[in-house]
């Protein structure tokens, strides 16, 4: 069955760089989520989009900014990049609500960013 | 705001011992309650869920079951394995709230030969 992809999987940048993350979502999911999952600790919830708006916004730093295309994926973008932003960023998708059975999200295998 | 509490690990057992791992929520409405696994360097794969009061959710031996009552969605095995090494979370997602999950803070489990 196919799965959410995120891509990269790893990715190292210097400080103040920028980096852009990206996630395509199982097929007939319109909805995406965004967490960060720093060292050690639980994800946390960054911002989610339904059917290419945004819906809902968590934790995320005014420096990073996230968006939902057409064919559903979804790119977030981060900016001026510090060393905290080092984590693991997991894309999730939920499938489209007359579909939808429970509140299960699907998660990617992740995006490991790793700021120097 | 909502948010869920389980208990801190790590924990460490023998093979084919009992497994509790407990977690209490607090949250408005109704949530749907989940527990999350992540094997070590992988992502969250859900390993259970119950999206009402007393549903009782399973899978591969792990049992967890919604109280209402005391708030409550302990994770149960009777007989665990070495394979079941790796860190579980507890989560919520209220609909109200356009289905976020909320997690707990991950209990690490260890499990010895």
């Known amino acids: 069955a196919a799965g959410v992809i995120q891509s990269p999987r790893h990715l190292i940048k210097e400080k103040r760089e920028t980096a852009t993350l990206k996630c395509y979502p199982i097929p007939r999911h319109d909805t995406v989520y965004w967490y960060q999952q720093g060292p050690g600790q639980d994800p946390q919830f960054l911002i989610s989009?339904?059917?290419?708006?945004?819906?809902d916004k968590g934790s995320i730093p005014d420096r990073f900014s996230a968006q939902q295309f057409s064919d559903y994926h979804s790119e977030l973008n981060m900016s001026s990049l510090e060393l905290g932003d080092s984590a693991l960023y997991f894309c999730?998708?939920?499938?489209?609500?007359?579909?939808?059975?429970?509140?299960?999200?699907?998660f990617g295998p992740g995006t490991r960013l790793t700021v120097l | 705001g909502d948010s869920v509490t389980q208990m801190e690990g790590p924990v460490t057992l023998s093979e084919e011992a009992f497994l509790t791992i407990n977690c209490t929520y607090t949250a408005t409405g109704y949530p749907s309650l989940f527990w999350y696994v992540q094997y070590p360097g992988e992502g969250l794969q859900l390993l259970l869920k119950?999206?009402?009061?007393?549903d009782k959710g399973s899978n591969k031996g792990f049992e967890a079951t919604y109280r209402k009552e005391t708030t409550s969605f302990h994770l149960e095995k009777g007989s665990v394995q070495v394979s079941d090494s790796a860190v579980y979370f507890c989560?919520?997602?209220?609909?109200?709230?356009?289905?976020?999950?909320?997690f707990g803070k991950g209990t690490k489990l260890s499990v010895k030969p």
């Open positions: 999730a998708s939920r499938p489209t609500r007359r579909d939808r059975a429970g509140d299960e999200q699907f």
């Open positions: 119950a999206t009402k009061a007393d």
């Open positions: 989560a919520l997602t209220n609909g109200g709230s356009q289905g976020n999950l909320i």
């Open positions: 989009f339904y059917e290419k708006m945004q819906s």
